[in-house]
């Protein structure tokens, strides 16, 4: 691209566009080039591994050419058909997903598409609420789950979809109502209640489920259609201990709450399995939210997988809702290829497999770096906490005072390495899964150099 091309992207972008997260006036726009794999080129010729998949999405890189040619198909055949008329991609994408992805016939019926994760949790949310006749949600501490209006709502992180001046640094945030009922999340490591896990265990039940249930209670369980959650929280990596989610379970079966499982991050390998729920056996949701790795984030697209249970009760019922752009067919297609390509290329396997790697060479780091740092994680979803800062509480810098993550992902950033996370002290690790071990090797040594210019050098 020539200078002047690319100084008229920045300006149009600048002045005509509305940007995520950023203070407008001093936005500065990185021009984009072009994406190949694991990588993307920006205008002045600077090269980046991603090691955050954008926004953990591009779960194979970009470039897949499979991806490509099957979208350029439907695209080519179909342009676009509403809802109403079914095409082969739609039947196969519902299909794969049902029979053809490890374990999800053992539970679900059917599916249905939309534009986006967060369309997926209206339409669960809403399906819910329908189906129990109830109107309130339990929600969990620091789950996130997408932008529209039920979604932001669901989301206990206020600073999501606030609007904060930039003079004052005064914030307003999105009313809510006691529609959304919030649950304690499993951080064991700064546990709310003073507990230590597993000590926090009295007969065998985890305190916070305890504290889960009583909350059940107090708000009425009765009035609640279901619980919407992530399994493994995305945005500060809560990791449950491994009894969390049976026990969990069973307090939503003894009160007969629908579990609505938040997997648009998640799904697709993410941890090294299909679907973070495959981390425990037997568990199943009623309602599974997928997006994202479904399709390679190639096309904009998102799904609500049914349990068997609801898709009979569907049977005898007429839902009225649907949108311009459910199973549009290029999407449809990118699902298609994106599954057979992740099946066929043992993806997820492989993932799981080089997640160890991975995780072995944040060990090594977090040995040489002790005891400034620990890493937790699955698969190609790996966080780095910076220790030393003691007094992290999973909430978002919003005054911008000094965040040693940022510090750390603009140092990776300068040597060609793109992190991920918001947290001001801890760090985000996820890679595509299609990663190389090269590219591991490539990135943990960066990580390694400007690790060691901070703690080593004091720079
Ligand atoms: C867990 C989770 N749920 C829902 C969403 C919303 O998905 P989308 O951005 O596709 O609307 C996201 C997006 O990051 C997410 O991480």
């Given amino acids: 691209m020539g200078e002047k091309k690319i100084e008229k992207i920045k300006e149009w972008d600048k002045n005509y566009h509305i940007h995520t997260f950023a203070n407008e006036k001093t936005y500065q726009p990185i021009v984009v080039d072009k994406t190949e794999g694991n990588y993307f080129f920006t205008s002045d010729g600077k090269k980046y591994l991603d090691f955050s998949s954008q926004l953990v999405c591009v779960n194979l890189g970009n470039s897949n050419e499979k991806i490509i040619a099957k979208v350029t198909d439907a695209l080519k055949r179909y342009g676009f058909l509403w809802d109403k008329y079914a095409t082969e991609y739609r039947s196969l994408a519902s299909q794969k997903i049902i029979e053809e992805i490890p374990g999800v016939n053992r539970w679900a019926g059917k599916v249905k598409f939309f534009s986006s994760g967060s369309e997926t949790i209206e339409a669960a949310v809403s399906l819910a609420k329908l189906i129990k006749n109830k109107t309130r949600l339990l929600i969990k501490e620091y789950d996130f789950h997408g932008w529209t209006s039920e979604a932001l709502k ?256 603009d140092g990776c950033y300068q040597r060609g390495l793109v992190l991920g996370g918001l947290l001001p002290y801890s760090i985000r690790l996820a890679p595509a899964l299609t990663v190389t071990t090269e590219e591991i090797d490539q990135a943990v040594g960066v990580l390694d150099d400007v690790l060691k210019s901070i703690f080593e050098e004091g720079k």
């Fill in 154 to 409: 669901c989301t206990s992180i206020k600073y999501f979809g606030s609007l904060k001046d930039i003079g004052t640094n005064e914030i307003v945030e999105l009313p809510s109502d006691d529609s959304y009922v919030t649950i304690p999340s499993p951080l064991c490591w700064r546990c709310k209640f003073g507990k230590c896990y597993p000590a926090c265990k009295e007969n065998g039940v985890l305190h916070c489920i305890k504290e889960t249930e009583k909350i059940i209670n107090e708000a009425g369980a009765g009035t609640i259609a279901a619980y919407l959650g992530e399994t493994v929280s995305g945005f500060g990596m809560v990791i449950p201990p491994e009894e969390y989610l049976p026990q969990l379970r069973n307090l939503l079966n003894k009160y007969d709450i629908l579990w609505i499982n938040d997997e648009v991050q998640t799904g697709f390998g993410r941890l090294g399995k299909w679907f973070a729920y495959d981390l425990y056996d037997g568990i199943y949701p009623d309602i599974m939210c997928i997006g994202k790795g479904l399709v390679n984030s190639v096309i904009p697209c998102g799904a609500i997988v049914v349990s068997k249970e609801i898709a009979k009760t569907l049977e005898s019922k007429i839902w009225y809702l649907g949108s311009t752009f459910s199973g549009h067919p290029a999407a449809m297609a990118a699902a298609v290829a994106t599954i057979e390509y992740m099946i066929e290329n043992e993806i997820v396997e492989k993932a799981c497999r080089k997640g160890e790697y991975l995780r072995s060479k944040m060990e090594k780091l977090a040995e040489k770096y002790q005891p400034n740092i620990a890493v937790s994680g699955y698969g190609f979803y790996m966080q780095l906490e910076l220790l030393q800062y003691k007094t992290d509480t999973r909430s978002i810098n919003v005054n911008n005072a000094y965040s040693p993550a940022k510090a750390i992902m």
